[in-house]
Antibody, heavy 125, light 106 residues
Framework: EVQLVESGGGLIHPGGSLRLSCAAS????????MSWVRQAPGKGLEWVSV???????SYADSVKGRFTISRDDSQNTLSLELSSLRAEDTAVYFC???????????????????WGRGTLVTVSS | DIQMTQSPSSLSAFVGDRVTITCRAS??????LNWYQQKPGKAPNLLIY???SLPTGVPSRFSGSGSGTEFTVTITSVQPEDFASYYC?????????FGQGTKLEI
């Protein structure tokens, strides 16, 4: 069974930095596709970043240049380095695994199949 | 970015009611639409993928349909454990985007 456990959240001042971790079991971080998705208090879900099986990465425009996604294959852990934090980055950050499938036209969309419970990041002075 | 718009934003129902939630995409996304259920303080849980496919373990009272720009998820007989928030998400084009959510209340 896949389990994902996030850690590293907390209260941080605007402009500060923080590192989030997502420890995985039952899932190989080194070859899998994983994302960070966040949810501001009382709001909806927002995709933040993805790391592909080959190591490529992508970011939402709102965090590009400030956040860095990475993985530690030896620890089977996904990370998200947050810097130049703003009040609008306040949210619960979830890590999630991505499963690609082939559709009726031979395309390969995906869905998020396993999620962690999330870690809360609060940016406030 | 593709915008996803859900309606209604909130919905009240009785146990046993039939409930339908709609999700509209700002451009065609084929059938590349997923639905998630989220209970307070919990992570989202996959409910439907590829517009109408149910993952193993999801009760058959849930069903999804649609293609192109309009999609629905239906609960044929709402159960107490179904009261939660529901989100649609497209994976047709990067970045993946979510609807704003629909809260189903008793």
């Amino acid at each position: 069974e896949v389990q994902l456990v996030e850690s590293g959240g907390g209260l941080i001042h605007p402009g500060g930095s923080l590192r989030l971790s997502c420890a995985a079991s039952g899932f190989d971080v080194s070859t899998g596709y994983m994302s960070w998705v966040r949810q501001a208090p009382g709001k909806g879900l927002e995709w933040v970043s993805v790391i592909y099986g080959g190591g490529g990465t992508s970011y939402a425009d709102s965090v590009k240049g400030r956040f860095t996604i990475s993985r530690d294959d030896s620890q089977n852990t996904l990370s998200l380095e947050l810097s130049s934090l703003r009040a609008e980055d306040t949210a619960v950050y979830f890590c999630a695994t991505m499963r690609y499938y082939e559709d009726h036209n031979g395309h390969h969309p995906f869905y998020y199949d396993f999620w962690g419970r999330g870690t809360l990041v609060t940016v406030s002075s | 970015d593709i915008q996803m718009t859900q309606s209604p934003s909130s919905l009240s129902a009785f146990v046993g009611d039939r409930v339908t939630i709609t999700c509209r995409a700002s451009q065609s996304i084929d059938t590349h639409l997923n639905w998630y259920q989220q209970k307070p303080g919990k992570a989202p849980n996959l409910l439907i993928y590829d517009s109408s496919s149910l993952p193993t373990g999801v009760p058959s009272r849930f069903s999804g349909s649609g293609s192109g720009t309009e999609f629905t998820v239906t609960i044929t007989s709402v159960q107490p454990e179904d009261f939660a928030s529901y989100y649609c998400q497209q994976s047709h084009t990067s970045p993946p985007t979510f609807g704003q959510g629909t809260k189903l209340e008793i």
